[in-house]
């Protein structure tokens, strides 16, 4: 009778479980298909504050709307088009590159010309006090490269000062400054490469 009466308690507790596993779940699923186009609006307006903050002039489209895919190492890279009467004047496209503490992600205005027109990071780990200076809210320093290109400065000082290149580092986090501007650098070479995709010349041309 004993065994009897235990089988029939773990049975309880096993249907028991079960069903509180199931009402928690069915709970989770409800909250978060409630709170699902609330977090997506939240990260549109987001995206939209960061293509403004690279593109200081106004433009006539919408660069959430108008893109183009591109291969990239890694994945694809989505590539915001800026327009003025239909003819694009500017993009905006993600790079990466290693920081001290993990990527650094950051996102950048080109104009057609190759021109930065803007530089914001996006995403780091890196120290506070130290590597945090890349963001503007801590440091003017990321500022510096609008206005920059390929040729301006001269490709061998895209570099910061203390390996022979034109940018400042920060006291103690020279590997930080070190991984943004590689990676501004790399998005300037891949929109030298791939500009006439960007740019959606190559379309034009099969029209």
């Known amino acids: 009778m004993k065994l009897d009466a235990l089988r029939s308690k773990l049975g309880y507790q096993t249907v028991l479980l079960g069903s509180v596993v199931l009402l928690t779940s069915a709970a989770l699923a409800l909250a978060s298909r409630a709170t699902d186009p609330d977090i997506r609006a939240a990260a549109l307006r987001d995206l939209r504050a960061s293509l403004a903050q690279v593109l200081p002039a106004r433009y006539d489209n919408d660069l959430l709307q108008d893109t183009v895919v591109l291969a990239a190492a890694g994945g694809e890279l989505t590539v915001h088009r800026a327009r003025r009467a239909g003819r694009v004047e500017a993009v905006v496209f993600q ?4 920081g001290y503490a993990g990527p650094i992600v950051c996102i950048m205005g080109v104009s057609r010309d190759g ?4 530089v914001r990071v ?3 780990k890196e120290t506070p006090g130290l590597g945090d200076r890349i963001e503007p809210a801590k440091d ?4 510096a490269f609008a206005g920059k290109s ?3 400065p001269a490709p061998d000082k895209w570099a910061v000062k203390k390996d022979g290149g034109a940018f400042d580092q920060f006291a103690g986090a020279t ?3 070190r991984a943004v501007v590689r990676a501004v650098r790399g998005g300037l070479e891949l929109f030298a490469r791939e500009k006439p995709r960007m740019l959606g010349e190559m379309e034009e041309g099969r029209t």
Do not use: R, S, Y
């Open 175 to 177: 590997i930080t400054p």
């Open 115 to 118: 021109q930065l027109l803007g």
């Open 140 to 143: 003017d320093w990321i500022h």
């Open 150 to 152: 390929l040729g301006a």
């Open 95 to 98: 790079t990466v590159a290693q």
């Open 122 to 124: 996006l995403e780091h």
